[in-house]
């Protein structure tokens, strides 16, 4: 009889893995579009540009996960409705808070700067709290377990995007492909609104920050030093290489878009289904975690693999310029996404635990590598050196996440057993 209702949680977490890689795949497919529409317009030089306020967009999206959604997948993954719903409000509010926030510095920055960087910061800041504001939605709607929400929220915004795209390429500029982008995640931000039936509430930002503050200082910081270890990096490289570097880098990246689909998508979900996991069989959770980094090692080295097949003909018919520089970067790239698949395994377990101490310890060496070997290899190579430098920085931080999963579980047994010692 036991094997029923396991077969039954088993069929449900993976309706709920399906719908967080289809919402992921709208998502990280627009986004590809969207670099291959960009390179293709603007070159290798100009794309490396769009490259740095993307980059400048995934640090304050990180810093908003840390602080509202982070919390919220941990302590309100299938919750009571109305416990989701309090939190969720608060949640929300707090993403917008933290979006206007960082929209503040972005124009302050771009005005200062001045010229097409400028611009295109200036931008960057008039769109981010609406973007912060689409990516709590999703986050919330997977809490709630409501995967096909989000799914249809991505596409809302990948529909409106195709006309904003138009738009943008009458002006040609990497702020207009920029306001293009984030015009139409406001679409789809306002609609997660309709979906969810309530609207974020800023005022309580402070209070969900404070009730919080134990999850969400430590993961603000690990998320700020993960996704600011990739700012710094590509800054780097583009003081030291060029901005040709940078679009090649990230030309290169954007070759394994469909498959960070998959690893961005399983991303949104695992954290909660680890969470449901621990709940329900707690000696299972290493084997979950294990199996999941190992799949999306897997798919990327795979995916790699089949890059490498891909003619120069059609490789320039997509990428245009930034291809040949690009297609070169294909194997470090590679490597280096197959390991950071690995890791997201034990990343998963960890927040699963609430072993915030130890995750951000493993963030904080793994960044520091990532921004040490990238930076060591773009002096000595260009972006050719950069790209290794980063593999071999995500391969070694691999196994530091892995090992801090291990001590926070024989931390978990070892509790487990004085309670039932002194019970």
């Given at each position: 009889?036991?094997?029923?209702?396991?077969?039954?949680?088993?069929?449900?977490?993976?309706?709920?893995?399906s719908?967080?890689?289809?919402?992921?795949?709208?998502?990280?497919?627009?986004?590809f579009?969207?670099?291959?529409?960009?390179?293709?317009?603007?070159?290798?030089?100009?794309?490396?540009?769009?490259?740095?306020?993307?980059?400048?967009?995934?640090?304050?999206?990180?810093?908003?996960?840390?602080?509202?959604?982070?919390?919220?997948?941990?302590?309100?993954?299938?919750?009571?409705a109305?416990?989701?719903r309090?939190?969720?409000?608060?949640?929300?509010?707090?993403?917008?808070?933290?979006?206007?926030?960082?929209?503040?510095?972005?124009?302050?920055?771009?005005?200062?700067?001045?010229?097409?960087?400028g611009?295109?910061?200036?931008?960057?800041?008039?769109?981010?709290?609406?973007?912060?504001?689409?990516?709590?939605?999703?986050?919330?709607?997977?809490?709630?377990?409501?995967?096909?929400?989000?799914?249809?929220?991505?596409?809302?915004?990948?529909?409106?995007?195709?006309?904003?795209?138009?738009?943008?390429?009458?002006?040609?500029?990497?702020?207009?492909?920029?306001?293009?982008?984030?015009?139409?995640?406001?679409?789809?931000?306002?609609y997660?609104?309709?979906?969810?039936?309530?609207?974020?509430?800023?005022?309580g930002?402070?209070?969900?920050?404070?009730?919080?503050?134990?999850?969400?200082?430590?993961?603000?910081?690990?998320?700020?030093?993960?996704?600011?270890?990739?700012?710094?990096?590509?800054?780097?490289?583009?003081?030291?290489?060029?901005?040709?570097?940078?679009?090649?880098?990230?030309?290169a990246?954007?070759?394994?878009?469909?498959?960070?689909?998959?690893?961005?998508?399983?991303?949104?979900?695992?954290?909660?289904?680890?969470?449901?996991?621990?709940?329900?069989?707690?000696?299972?959770?290493?084997?979950?975690?294990?199996?999941?980094?190992?799949?999306?090692?897997?798919?990327?080295?795979?995916?790699?693999?089949?890059?490498?097949?891909?003619?120069?003909?059609?490789g320039?018919?997509?990428?245009?310029?930034?291809?040949?520089?690009?297609?070169?970067?294909?194997?470090?790239?590679?490597?280096?996404?197959?390991?950071?698949?690995?890791?997201?395994?034990?990343?998963?377990?960890?927040?699963?635990?609430?072993?915030?101490?130890?995750?951000?310890?493993?963030?904080?060496?793994?960044?520091?590598?990532y921004?040490?070997?990238?930076?060591?290899?773009?002096?000595?190579?260009?972006?050719?050196?950069?790209?290794?430098?980063?593999?071999?920085?995500?391969?070694?931080?691999?196994?530091?996440?892995?090992?801090?999963?291990h001590?926070?579980?024989?931390?978990?047994?070892?509790?487990?057993?004085?309670e039932?010692?002194?019970?």
């Amino acid at each position: 009889m036991r094997s029923i209702p396991r077969s039954r949680a088993a069929r449900a977490m993976a309706g709920r893995l399906s719908w967080g890689l289809g919402d992921q795949a709208v998502s990280s497919l627009t986004n590809f579009a969207v670099g291959l529409y960009v390179a293709r317009s603007l070159g290798t030089s100009a794309f490396g540009m769009f490259s740095l306020a993307w980059v400048s967009y995934g640090v304050v999206l990180n810093l908003s996960r840390g602080l509202s959604t982070d919390p919220l997948m941990v302590r309100f993954s299938g919750v009571s409705a109305d416990a989701w719903r309090g939190a969720t409000r608060q949640a929300t509010g707090t993403a917008l808070t933290a979006g206007l926030a960082a929209s503040a510095v972005s124009v302050g920055a771009g005005l200062l700067v001045g010229g097409s960087p400028g611009k295109a910061f200036v931008a960057l800041g008039a769109v981010l709290p609406a973007l912060l504001l689409q990516d709590a939605w999703r986050f919330a709607f997977f809490a709630a377990g409501h995967g096909r929400k989000a799914f249809v929220n991505d596409v809302v915004w990948g529909v409106a995007l195709v006309p904003a795209l138009y738009l943008a390429r009458e002006h040609d500029t990497s702020a207009a492909f920029i306001l293009a982008w984030g015009l139409s995640g406001a679409v789809a931000a306002a609609y997660g609104c309709l979906q969810a039936g309530m609207r974020p509430d800023p005022r309580g930002a402070l209070d969900w920050v404070k009730r919080h503050r134990d999850l969400g200082t430590r993961y603000l910081l690990e998320n700020v030093s993960n996704s600011g270890a990739a700012q710094v990096r590509m800054y780097g490289l583009g003081a030291i290489a060029g901005l040709a570097s940078v679009g090649a880098v990230r030309g290169a990246e954007l070759l394994l878009g469909p498959f960070l689909a998959l690893l961005m998508g399983l991303s949104l979900v695992t954290v909660a289904e680890s969470a449901r996991v621990l709940q329900r069989a707690p000696h299972r959770l290493r084997h979950f975690c294990a199996v999941l980094g190992a799949g999306q090692a897997a798919a990327a080295l795979l995916w790699g693999l089949a890059l490498l097949l891909v003619p120069d003909g059609a490789g320039r018919f997509v990428l245009g310029d930034v291809w040949e520089p690009a297609s070169g970067l294909i194997v470090p790239v590679t490597i280096g996404i197959a390991a950071a698949g690995f890791t997201t395994g034990a990343a998963a377990g960890l927040r699963a635990l609430g072993a915030a101490k130890r995750s951000l310890r493993a963030q904080l060496i793994a960044s520091a590598a990532y921004v040490g070997f990238g930076l060591i290899g773009a002096f000595l190579a260009g972006a050719p050196g950069s790209a290794w430098g980063v593999a071999l920085a995500v391969t070694s931080g691999s196994a530091v996440w892995w090992r801090q999963l291990h001590s926070a579980l024989k931390e978990r047994r070892t509790s487990e057993k004085e309670e039932m010692g002194t019970s």
